[in-house]
């Protein structure tokens, strides 16, 4: 089984604004989930989903927040199961280009892991379609 999930996009925007989307509970909160967290090595989070978007809590420890790189454990709540989170920005001429990596997938048992590969690699997508619009939002509000 394939062990880790890569989603690769680039956005037409700085990095500084990318980086602050990822980053900073406020905006995370706004176009992902409801977050407790801070980007500094040691932080231990929780992100709290509501009942439609099929979990409930996310918690985990920042390991990495160097600008432009960000690594957190991720530990779905009633499971065991701990995988890592890495979001990687790069400067390019056209924006920004993000690397997202969700690894240790078959830390999960037999065919949960199976599913759970599925449902993040979904998931991802989403949540990078999510960031775009909100991202394209913010450009236009200002």
Same mark, same amino acid.
């Given at each position: ?6 989603? %690769? ?5 700085? =990095?500084?604004? +990318? ?8 905006? *995370?909160? @706004? !176009? ?18 509501? %009942? ?5 809590? =996310?918690?985990? +420890? ?8 960000? *690594?957190? @454990? !991720? ?68």
């Amino acid at each position: 089984m394939n062990d880790v999930i890569s989603k %690769e996009h680039i956005f037409a925007h700085p =990095i500084q604004k +990318v980086w602050d989307a990822i980053s900073r509970e406020e905006e *995370i909160s @706004t !176009w992902f989930i409801k977050a407790d967290f801070k980007a500094k090595a040691g932080y231990q989070y929780t992100f709290t989903a509501s %009942e439609e978007q099929n979990c409930t809590e =996310i918690t985990g +420890v920042v390991k990495q927040a160097d600008p432009y790189t960000l *690594i957190y @454990t !991720w530990i779905v709540q009633n499971t065991k199961a701990e995988t890592t989170v890495k979001w990687a920005l790069e400067e390019t001429a056209d924006g920004t280009k993000l690397l997202l990596e969700h690894s240790g997938i078959s830390n999960y048992e037999g065919e949960t892991a199976v599913a759970m590969f599925s449902s993040f690699s979904k998931g991802w997508d989403n949540c990078i379609s999510e960031l775009s619009e909100y991202l394209k939002q913010e450009v236009h509000a200002r």
